[in-house]
């Protein structure tokens, strides 16, 4: 999926001298706080992560408590949808205004009534109702299907809450598209012959233990220049 990324990182985790004793299950456990939520410094929402902590030395902070800086570098999977992008998910509710899917299982999308009409029209059943392609009835969309939709907004402040759309080209049901979309065939038959595109980042920052953490997050949230939440389609 073109929004999954993978990405280098030299960390510096902080550790209370209490977890001297194991020093990689307290950075894991650090590195675990940040899992499945929007990290600006990362870009993105972290996945997965491995890491090796570098050298045998680590740095002390200055105060009461004496907690020491660990070195790390780590690689991380990380989910970071931008506007135009091509994603994945599956429905899981839809009506004649809007379609809600998942993505990865985990990242909510919706897709609202002005980007679904132009190609498809709603047919009100027992069930909930499906989205019929006007040019093909064989191409439907109804709960539990697969599709592929155009990223136009993301919303980083509701964990990567997505806006997407049906408009573009090479969108609609996986399964219709699969077989009547020569493009997107195409993807699929060279998708295990070829690697998944890799982006490799290098990060430099400081990940630290959770009795210091809403401290040193105020003090750098204080400094840093704030930029947008939201992500838009500049052709929206």
Not at 95 to 101: Q, R, V
Request: proline share 3%; with cysteine; glycine share 6%.
């Amino acid at each position: 999926m073109e929004a999954i990324r993978h990405a280098e990182a030299k960390l510096t985790v902080y550790v209370h001298p209490s977890n001297a004793d194991d020093v990689r299950r307290a950075v894991a456990r650090q590195l675990n706080t940040l899992l499945f939520s929007y990290e600006d410094r990362f870009d993105g929402v972290l996945l997965a992560h491995e890491f090796q902590v570098e050298g045998r030395k680590a740095k002390l902070m200055d105060g009461l408590v004496p907690y020491f800086g660990v070195p790390v570098h780590a690689s991380m999977l990380l989910f970071s949808p931008q506007p135009g992008m091509i994603l994945e998910g599956k429905v899981e509710m839809l009506g004649k205004e809007s379609i809600h899917a998942i993505v990865l299982g985990v990242f909510s999308a919706a897709i609202m009534s002005d980007d679904i009409a132009d190609r498809f029209r709603f047919k009100r059943k027992r069930d909930g109702g499906k989205f019929i392609s006007k040019s093909d009835r064989g191409h439907e969309i109804k709960r539990g299907s697969m599709i592929r939709f155009s990223v136009k907004r993301v919303d980083t402040e509701m964990n990567c809450h997505i806006t997407g759309s049906l408009v573009p080209p090479h969108t609609g049901s996986m399964l219709w598209l699969s077989v009547h979309d020569a493009k997107y065939a195409s993807e699929i038959n060279n998708s295990s012959k070829r690697k998944s595109r890799d982006v490799d980042i290098k990060i430099e920052q400081s990940v630290h233990d959770h009795t210091t953490v809403n401290n040193e997050d105020t003090v750098t949230d204080s400094e840093r220049p704030r930029k947008s939440r939201k992500r838009n389609d500049d052709a929206n």
